[in-house]
Every structure is written in structure tokens, then in C-alpha cells.
């Protein structure tokens, strides 16, 4: 008896450590990983030209994070091997193995050197590359631990230039305290004809003391442009100003607002002009039917409020082709900033083609509102 008691005390013992071992397996625990080793590649003294290659080769240790668990790996590169300017490539890797994407990584070689003065003329361009790799232990609460590799050379990196060209912007959009900074009130900016110039027009009513920004899209991205982003040129006398990071207006009234666009290096950079609000006739119902700009006597009156209507002077003469009207920007001849009130509404050429033509009579005036886009001829 007293024998099969010592048997049963041994089964138990057993049977707990047994247990003990179970719960450790099934409760494995986090290691922060002290090793994690990119390997140098077979080819390193190569030349690696990423313009014609299709994938760079790495190789990497897999790190222990204690247990078995998906790890993502992700690769960064340098000019310099203390990595204080680099890029993390977007693509991520789920094995050690990775065929990285040379094409990814010309962009980022394209980017680093422009960062550093760099112009597409200088191109293509040879030096030095580093690269490291960053496992990372994710769960669905994210990244829960990560370590970096060590960091490899490549001493002869080539490629061409593999940035996107930088383009003019092809829309842009006024936003302020005149349309109750809601992007769904903001007016669209017209384009001189063929919209390929970068160079927008609109005329607009700003109250005192107010501002406005501009943006290529109806959203608070990023991309809306203020004071800070713009060469202000203020030649009708709004009293600009930093509102804050707004295009600030000290005197409130009607502006001929133009934007100019231009592509510097990698940048588009912005000149607002502040314009005096006129409006011009041209055409068969000016006296002798004159096709001169900025004629004596044919220009707009000019509202003291935001809903009013600019009035032309009376027609001259009866014209089957009727009126044309126009805002003149510096550089362009009238017609690439014409508009006409069709059905009611104000219509403009902006990148267009031509606009129909109306039939006028003499008295007649032309009535524009540029708050709400119509307008009428009686």
C-alpha cells in the first residue's frame, strides 16, 4: 500500500511538470532580438544600373522574437551610411528573400540626390548606396517589436532620372471667408485658353479683413496654398497680409484675383496677383465696332456689393455678332480671358473653344454677376 502511494505522488509530480511545460509553450514570450543580419550580395562590387534591372537581390537572418510569428521586413536606403537622409521603400516582404524592385529603388535614389541639390540635367547619375532591412513582429494591434539590420554598401549605384516630370496644375479653387471657407461654395479659378500655362483668373468679392487660400482639389489635403506658399503682388491695393497663414485683404471689395504657376526643379511655385476689378467690351457693339483692347469708354461699372452686377456702357450700334467681354491678363491677349452671358448664365472660354455669338442692339447693356455666375443683355 505505502508503495503504490509513492507511485501515485510520482505520477502527480510528473503530470504537473508536464503541465508547466504546456502553458509555457502555449504562453510563449516576447524576446527582443539582438541579432538580425542583412547579408552582403554575391555581386556587390557590380555595377548596379537600376534603370535596366528588374529586381536587387537581398538576403537576410531571420530575427527570434522568441516564437513563431509573421514577420515583415522592409527596406530603407541611404546615400550615407549613417542613414541620416533615407527612404523606406513602400513595398513590404514576408521572407527573408526579397526581390526588391529596382525600379522602386531608382526612385528613391532619384529623390534622395535631389533632396541634395540635384537636377534631372545631372542625371544619370553613379555613387555609393547603402541599405538596411527593418523586421518588424506585427499583430492586429500593429507593430509590437522591430529591430534593424545592419547596414550594407553598394559602392556603384547608376540610374537615369525616374521621377515623374512635375506639372502645371490644370484646375485650381478659391476658398475663404467670401464663400464661408466651405469647399463646396468654392469657386473654380478659369484657365487662360488651352489651360496648359499654369495662369488662372476669377473675379471675386472679398470682404475686409477676411482671406482666402487656393488648392488644385475641393479638400483640406495638404495641398491648399496661403500666404507663406505665394509671391503676393499686390497692385490694386487690398492691403494683403499673413492672416494667420491666410492670404489676408485689409480693404474689402471686388479683385481681379490671377494666379501664375511655375515648375522650379521639383517645386510649382505661385505668384497671386491682386487685381483691379475691370471688365471690358471689345467688338461689333463698340463705336466703328473696334477690336482694340482696353478701349476708352468700354469698361464695366463696378459694384459696392458681393450680389450686384458689373454693367457695361450702353451698346453703340446694333452688331450680329454682338458684344464680347473680357478681363485682360497681362501676357495674353483678350480673348484667352473672354466670357459671355449665354441663356443667363456666364459662360467663359476658360480652356475651351470659341463662344457663340450674340446678337446686340444699340441701348443695350450687358449685366454680369460674378458672385453667382449669370448675367443677362436688356
Known sequence: MKKLSIYSMLLAGLMAFASCEADRDSNPVLQEPTEFVLNTPAYVNSVYDLSSSKTIELTCSQPNFGYTAPTIYGVEVSLTQDFANSIALDTKYTTAKMAVDASEMAVAFTNLWVAEGKLEADFPMTSEFYVRVVA??????????????????????????????????????????????????????????????????????????????????????????????????????????????????????????????????????????????????????????????????WMFSVPETADDYFVSPAFAQDAAEGPRAYVKIDGYDWWKSEFMVLDKKLTYRGAGGDLDRVTSKAGQRMYLNFTNDTGKIE
Not at 521621377?163 to 478659391?174: E, Q
Not at 499673413?242 to 526643379?265: C, E, F, M, P, Q
Request: net charge negative; proline share 5%; charged share 20%.
Open 136 to 297: 518588424e513582429l506585427t499583430a492586429a494591434s500593429g507593430t509590437i517589436a522591430s529591430i534593424k539590420s545592419n547596414v550594407v554598401k553598394l559602392p556603384t549605384v547608376r540610374s537615369e532620372f525616374a521621377l515623374p516630370p512635375v506639372k502645371l496644375p490644370t484646375k485650381l479653387y478659391l476658398i475663404g471667408g467670401f464663400c464661408d471657407w466651405a469647399w463646396a461654395n468654392a469657386p473654380e479659378m478659369i484657365p487662360t485658353v488651352d489651360g496648359t500655362t499654369g495662369v488662372f483668373w476669377r473675379m471675386v468679392y472679398l470682404p475686409a479683413n477676411s482671406g482666402f487660400k487656393f488648392n488644385t482639389a475641393t479638400a483640406w489635403d495638404g495641398g491648399e496654398k496661403g500666404f507663406a506658399h505665394a509671391t503676393i503682388s499686390d497692385v490694386a491695393g487690398a492691403g494683403t497680409k499673413d492672416d494667420g497663414g491666410n492670404i489676408g485683404v485689409t480693404n474689402g471689395g471686388w479683385y481681379l484675383v490671377v494666379i501664375r504657376s511655375a515648375v522650379k526643379g521639383r517645386d510649382i511655385e505661385y505668384t497671386v496677383e491682386m487685381q483691379k476689378p475691370e471688365v471690358w467690351l471689345i467688338g461689333g457693339c463698340t463705336t466703328d465696332g473696334k477690336w482694340d483692347e482696353l478701349m476708352d469708354g
